[in-house]
């Protein structure tokens, strides 16, 4: 079993910058692979980051990259989501996944294990 808590969200303007943290406790942290999707009201769930065991591998959808960086710091077992630049397209709920068989990726059924999400508003 692995439990994951979302925090860092909130209200920003555009051009703005928000960090959010995934804290994990369960399995052992870094012997599996995390992701950050999000999911705006009337939309279907989008990838936004993924993140292999170690840090060395890490992908992002193609709507954040440049201005969004996975980390994680497996001594905290805490995964990150730095957003830069943020745009109001950008405003979702934020989700962070585990997926402890595989490399996730993108692929949204792959993860196992997800947080209860943390809310994201970018106003104009």
């Known amino acids: 079993q692995v439990q994951l808590v979302e925090s860092g969200g909130g209200l920003v303007q555009a051009g703005g910058s928000l960090r959010l943290s995934c804290a994990a406790s369960?399995?052992?942290?870094?012997?599996?692979?995390m992701g950050w999707f999000r999911q705006a009201p009337g939309k279907e769930r989008e990838f936004v980051a993924a993140?292999?065991?170690?840090?060395?591998?890490?992908y992002y959808g193609d709507s954040v990259k440049g201005r969004f960086t996975i980390s994680r710091d497996n001594a905290k077992n805490t995964m990150y989501l730095q957003m830069n630049s943020l745009k109001p397209e950008d405003t979702a709920v934020y989700y962070c996944?585990?997926?402890?068989?595989?490399?996730?990726?993108?692929?949204?059924?792959?993860?196992?294990?997800w947080g209860q999400g943390t809310q994201v508003t970018v106003s104009s």
């Open positions: 996944a585990a997926d402890t068989k595989n490399w996730g990726g993108a692929y949204a059924p792959g993860y196992d294990y």
């Open positions: 369960g399995r052992t942290f870094s012997r599996y692979a």
């Open positions: 993140i292999g065991w170690s840090g060395g591998i890490t």
